[in-house]
């Protein structure tokens, strides 16, 4: 009897462990291989806590510019926030990876820790999509065309990438581009995704059907004694 219910339980766990896994590539905010159009959050990432962070300056030819990237911590997961000003050119896109099979919601925001962040400069200018790769692996906040960040906009909402993770490693990237670009080493995503809400439904009722059963089983045994 052990054995056949310890037999029910692993298939129970199987299927919880299936269900993570075909739900890892449906992204809220920003699927695998598509493109959103990124959603505004008031709470923004204001109440998350700063696990590191680093601020810059770029210039190439006629492309010059400033930036401050975050790694977060919301409590639950890990935030990727990026915030951009140009002071010569224009910004187009700003890119992160890689995210692999990690969900990501691609949100901006003008609430942030102060610290490394700074104020919004012009709060009319959004990005207008935000896309993923193929491979899952590049997250892109885009400004098109008369949309592109100019100098007069001053520095842009904190765009952030909301993920399942809940460790991260230094492997990953950051680009800046208008056509020409820069680009340098950041976090990325590691080690296991946070449980998904519907996979600890489906295990709660799985292990709540298991007990269902023992005990049914246990109270046809004991009316029989």
């Known amino acids: ?25 449906v992204v809220p905010g920003s699927p695998t291989g598509g493109t959103v159009v990124p959603s505004f959050d008031p709470l923004g990432v204001a109440g998350d806590t700063v696990l590191d962070s680093l601020s810059g300056s770029f210039t190439k030819t006629g492309f010059v ?5 975050a790694l977060l911590d919301n409590g639950t997961s890990y935030d990727w926030a990026y915030q951009v000003r140009i002071r010569t050119g224009k910004i187009e896109q700003v890119k992160g990876s890689n995210f692999d099979a990690y969900v990501t919601e691609a949100r901006y925001t003008n609430a942030a820790p102060m610290g490394p962040f700074n104020p919004v400069g012009n709060l009319l200018k959004v990005p207008d999509t935000a896309d993923r790769t193929a491979d899952g692996n590049v997250v892109t906040f885009n400004y098109n065309g008369t949309n592109a960040l100019q ?20 492997d990953g990237s950051v ?9 340098f080493d950041w976090w990325q995503p590691a080690g296991p995704a946070v ?4 996979s ?3 295990l709660s009722m799985g292990l709540v059907g298991i007990g269902g059963a023992a005990f049914r089983r246990f109270k046809a045994r004991t009316v029989g004694c």
């Open 1 to 25: 009897m052990m054995k056949k219910w310890s037999l029910t339980l692993i298939a129970a766990l199987a299927l919880v462990g299936f269900a993570s896994r075909a739900q890892a590539t």
């Open 65 to 69: 510019g400033d930036y401050v990237v």
């Open 151 to 170: 100098a007069a906009d001053g520095w842009s909402y904190i765009l952030f990438i909301r993920t399942n993770a809940r460790s991260a490693t230094f």
């Open 175 to 183: 680009v800046i581009a208008d056509g020409r670009s820069i680009d």
């Open 195 to 198: 449980p998904e809400p519907s």
């Open 200 to 202: 600890l439904v489906l």
